[in-house]
């Protein structure tokens, strides 16, 4: 079977076209500006050239048209037709509470889907219009969610309340549910595979590092703690967004700067974490890790503040999980920035890790980073949420 992935934003659309039986990708694009002057696609089918249309996209039904006419197109497509596309598996940010697992998408679900939009104003309704862009043009192919939040659903009810009045709990659901789950669940898996391992019987850490980054303790295949909460902003430092800090700092701002919370809330996510600590350098690590390694001061101070605190993550989910087997690294930063590695696992002497600095300096493959002496094993293991998703789509279509 052939699986349509997509994950759908306000304005831009990703697509991959994937194989269910060799897992390999056939095609993939973006749809960028939807809804905004000079959009465009991208389209490459797998090992072929990048081929860019700017072209009216005035909705995601138009958007979705000009991809499914990419993928069928006689000269450069990879399907003669759209039959030949068994189901598609639509990423959805926020599944709250209803939504442990993915799941099939009829109307009641998405009617479900739509109530979990509070919690995710940002992101869900973009996945919800692309979700019925795809049901208008292909109304007789399965579709499935699957949900950012799902895998963190087993985490326990101490790891997930806030020490906030309960009732804000039981009117809002104000709660922690984590995100990027796609990817912990698949690189927590992968790492077991790869060591040849049960699932079942480990202790891992998987540090998700992109421009978005979070970090989660999965235990005996169960996750059990993730540093992302209500919204994406909580945890780990990111490339533009603060993670924790003090919240009376959002008054304290507000007031010295005679900012509403809105404004207050968009310097947090938008301005702050390395970009707003190397005092506007760089969000990007290429940059940070350049300005390291010429001394740059703000590079070094927002580098060595991001290691730092993913190191004390991990030594909280060691606590939480009392030990750990294996601790992975994966996305943008974690899969291909060797000096940030290196800098959190100089602070996990205590859980006898020894790095390898060959096998270190290596990228774009599932491999260990430790030495066989090593008492942790560190891995750096590439995250595929498209593969993931598509994995799920069949598994329910099936
Ligand atoms: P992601 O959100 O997973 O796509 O990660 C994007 C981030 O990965 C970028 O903003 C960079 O900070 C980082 N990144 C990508 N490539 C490299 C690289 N070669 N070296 C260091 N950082 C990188």
């Known amino acids: ?50 081929e860019r249309k700017v072209t009216p996209m005035p909705d995601h039904t138009e958007a979705i048209r000009l991809v499914l006419e990419a993928l069928t197109n006689p000269k450069t497509g990879v399907v003669a037709s759209l039959e030949e596309i068994g ?24 009617a479900a889907v739509e109530e979990c939009n509070d919690l995710a104003p940002l992101h869900n309704p973009a996945n919800l219009i692309g979700i019925e862009a795809c049901r208008k043009l292909m109304p007789d192919t399965p579709m499935v969610g699957v949900f950012d939040t799902a895998f963190h659903q087993t985490m326990p009810e101490e790891a997930y ?9 039981q009117k809002y659901k104000v709660r ?39 970090i989660s303790a999965v235990k005996n295949g169960r996750c059990v703690d993730t540093s992302m909460g209500l919204t994406p902003l909580e945890g780990l430092m990111m490339g533009t967004r603060s993670g924790d800090i003090d919240p009376a700092i959002i008054e304290f701002l507000a007031n010295k700067e005679e900012r509403n919370i809105g404004e207050v809330m968009a310097v947090l996510n938008k301005k702050s974490g390395v970009l707003g600590l190397s005092d506007n350098l ?33 030594g909280s989910y060691v606590a ?32 006898g890790v020894e ?15 430790t030495t066989p002496e090593s008492r942790t094993t560190v891995m750096v293991i590439p995250t595929n949420e498209e593969l993931a998703i598509a994995r799920e789509t069949v598994r329910l279509v099936k």
């Open 1 to 50: 079977m052939k699986v349509l992935v997509i994950n759908c934003g306000s304005s831009s659309l990703k697509f991959q076209l994937i194989d269910a039986e060799s897992e390999q990708c056939l095609a993939k694009g973006i749809c960028e500006r939807i809804g905004i002057d000079g959009s465009m696609i991208t389209y490459a089918r797998e090992g072929g050239e990048k």
């Open 87 to 110: 189901a598609v598996g639509h990423r959805v940010v926020h599944g709250g509470e209803k939504f442990a697992q993915s799941v099939v998408l009829d109307r009641e679900v998405l």
């Open 161 to 169: 309340m806030y020490g906030l009045p309960y009732e804000y709990y």
């Open 176 to 214: 922690r549910y984590g995100f990027h789950g796609t990817s912990h669940s698949y690189v927590s898996r992968r790492a077991a595979e790869v060591l040849g391992r049960p699932y079942e019987d480990l202790k891992i850490i998987v540090c998700h590092l992109g421009n978005g980054a979070s």
């Open 282 to 314: 760089s969000s990007d690590f290429r940059d940070l890790e350049d300005g390291y390694n010429a001394g740059d001061p703000n590079a070094v101070r927002a580098m060595k503040a991001y290691c730092y605190r993913v190191a004390k993550y991990i």
């Open 320 to 351: 939480a999980m009392n030990g750990v087997d294996v601790i992975c690294f994966t996305a943008g930063i974690g899969e291909n920035a060797p000096l940030v590695r290196t800098s959190v696992c100089e602070y996990l002497g205590y859980l």
């Open 355 to 369: 790095l390898d600095q060959e096998a270190n300096g290596k990228r774009g493959q599932d491999i260990a980073i």
